[in-house]
């Protein structure tokens, strides 16, 4: 009846990009940032434990593997990418208003849109090149498939769903206990988008493998 699949192996990636969706949708209508902070959160959890789900179905056809690899990076993009960016174009609003010269006004978003810029490329290259590996374990024996699911090249994306909250958490803490809330809070943005760069180098730095940790699924 409908284009795509519906069952089990995929109800967990649907539901991180709704949880992505829903923190952009949260953003736009200018609600507290713990929200979508929250949302990106719930998206990487739903992101860990999908692989997991998916592989509970043994008699998985060539479609599907490759419908599921598909559609979590499609996902992917929109909660660890475009939401991520968004919330930190969100902090730096304030600090655009406070600005009293056009010249750093202007000086100031052009470095933050360039490095949300790289930081959505980084995104869409490691996304993008882990898909054609995908299709290429697809044609290997299981046991070689396997294996080379257990080592990350570069830093997963999924790790901003984590970081990212934390980092806002923090921010929340520092100020319950801090008086110079506005330094805190600026202090919170430059830090925010020093993440935003590293990972983006992290991402598709190819002299950054490990083994990937058994508690993980993602």
């Known amino acids: 009846m409908f284009l795509g699949?519906?069952?089990?192996t995929v109800y967990l990636t649907y539901l991180n990009l709704f949880?992505?969706?829903l923190g952009i949708f949260l953003i736009e209508e200018n609600f507290n940032l713990k929200w979508p902070f929250i949302c990106l959160f719930l998206a990487g959890v739903c992101d860990m434990f999908d692989g997991a789900v998916s592989n509970l179905k043994k008699n998985k056809n060539i479609k599907e593997k490759r419908y599921g690899v598909q559609i979590d990076s499609l996902a992917d993009i929109i909660s660890f990418g475009v939401l991520p960016i968004l919330i930190g174009n969100k902090l730096f609003e304030e600090c655009f208003k406070d600005c009293y010269s056009s010249i750093l006004h202007f000086l100031l978003r052009i470095f933050v849109f360039t490095v949300f810029g790289l930081y959505i490329l980084?995104?869409?290259i490691r996304l993008a090149y882990f898909n054609v590996?995908?299709?290429?374990?697809?044609?290997?024996?299981?046991?070689?498939?396997?294996?080379?699911?257990?080592i990350y090249i570069g830093l997963p994306v999924t790790v901003v769903s984590f970081i990212f909250p934390i980092l806002y958490l923090i921010e929340f803490l520092i100020k319950e206990n801090f008086a110079n809330l506005s330094l805190v809070s600026v202090f919170f943005k430059f830090v925010y988008v020093f993440f935003i760069l590293g990972l983006s180098f992290l991402?598709?730095?190819d002299k950054i493998k490990f083994k990937k940790p058994k508690f993980l699924f993602f």
């Not at 699949?5 to 089990?8: G, K």
């Not at 590996?133 to 257990?150: A, F, I, R, W």
């Open 5 to 8: 699949i519906y069952n089990y």
């Open 19 to 21: 949880m992505g969706t």
């Open 122 to 124: 980084a995104v869409l």
């Open 133 to 150: 590996l995908s299709e290429e374990y697809l044609n290997l024996d299981p046991c070689q498939e396997k294996n080379n699911n257990k």
């Open 203 to 205: 991402f598709v730095c």
